[in-house]
């Protein structure tokens, strides 16, 4: 393979890496947004939350598979405490209700682990089995990077079977389009609501805790994923978990060639996609289809 070709093979690759991570922080955004209509402005900090508890579960033992395990749990039972005894009392009180509570839970995280572990950058060694660079077609790569892809893809699987594939998952989506409905049935839909608030902060743990090592544990995290996120929800569409897919890798890629080609623009450049996408898709790519 060519210097030039392999060059954008590899920064293709780190492109599908940042976009697969993106996708489990806005799939999170996305559910919670579809099924409880709650904009979470504090999922972000979540996901900053999940990798600080990564690095301090690898300082404790010393396991980062163990920390890859409990991480996004323990941030994903913190989400449901955070639905049950702050957000449910609010159900009813409208969008700003939410935003506001959101807001300074974000906050509150943010303050709390410049607290615990300081304002300094946390540099979390990758584990043994996933250092060094794979030889493919003369082009050197993390192995790192490929693991992060692969395990997006598997969380991508385990969700579409939950949702698709099992009694708890047809709820789910039935809660979406006819709430009421469900709810005369007999389920408990403020306990299904905790559980789905659950999976979609578990998401965004796993994205938190798998890009620990590869951009340090740092307060800034938060801010630097939540808008990206966030962004790729507005496109997408509310609530769509497959846009969210097809967005995030579209940023993901649009990300890791733009620092390469028009680095002064790359910043501006999911801005930009998403201010001309709003115009002529008030509602996302598929907003409006899955209304309908």
């Not at 163990?66 to 994903?76: D, E, F, N």
């Not at 702050?86 to 807001?103: C, E, N, Q």
């Not at 544990?217 to 790729?232: K, N, T």
Request: glycine share 10%.
């Amino acid at each position: 393979m060519d210097p030039t070709t392999a060059m954008y093979v590899s920064q293709g690759i780190h492109g599908l890496a940042y976009g697969m991570i993106l996708f489990l922080v806005a799939s999170g955004v996305s559910l919670i947004i579809g099924m409880m209509h709650i904009f979470n402005l504090a999922h972000a900090g979540f996901f900053m939350l999940s990798a600080y508890f990564t690095y301090q579960f690898v300082a404790w033992t010393g396991n980062f598979w163990l920390a890859l395990l409990l991480a996004p749990i323990a941030t994903g039972f913190c989400g449901m405490l955070m639905e049950r005894f702050l957000l449910r009392p609010l159900r009813g009180s409208g969008v700003i209700g939410d935003l506001i509570l959101t807001v300074g839970v974000a906050l509150c995280i943010d303050a709390l682990v410049k607290v615990i572990w300081g304002t300094a950058n946390k540099p979390l060694s990758k584990p043994p089995l996933l250092q060094g660079m794979v030889h493919f077609a003369g082009l050197d790569y993390p192995y790192y990077r490929l693991f992060v892809i692969g395990l997006a893809v598997v969380v991508l699987l385990i969700m579409a079977l939950l949702l698709y594939k099992t009694r708890i998952g047809k709820i789910v989506r039935a809660a979406v389009s006819d709430n009421d409905m469900v709810n005369a049935l007999g389920i408990n839909i403020p306990l299904l609501f905790t559980f789905v608030f659950g999976v979609g902060i578990w998401l965004a743990g796993v994205a938190g805790a798998a890009i620990a090592p590869i951009l340090s544990v740092f307060p800034g995290l938060a801010l630097q994923m939540g808008m990206d996120a966030f962004i790729v929800v507005a496109v997408a569409g509310f609530g769509s978990l497959r846009g969210a897919f097809m967005v995030s890798i579209l940023f993901g890629l649009m990300n890791s060639y733009g620092v390469q080609f028009i680095s002064q623009l790359a910043p501006l450049s999911m801005f930009i996609f998403m201010a001309i996408v709003m115009i002529f898709f008030p509602h996302g790519f598929f907003g409006e289809s899955e209304e309908e």
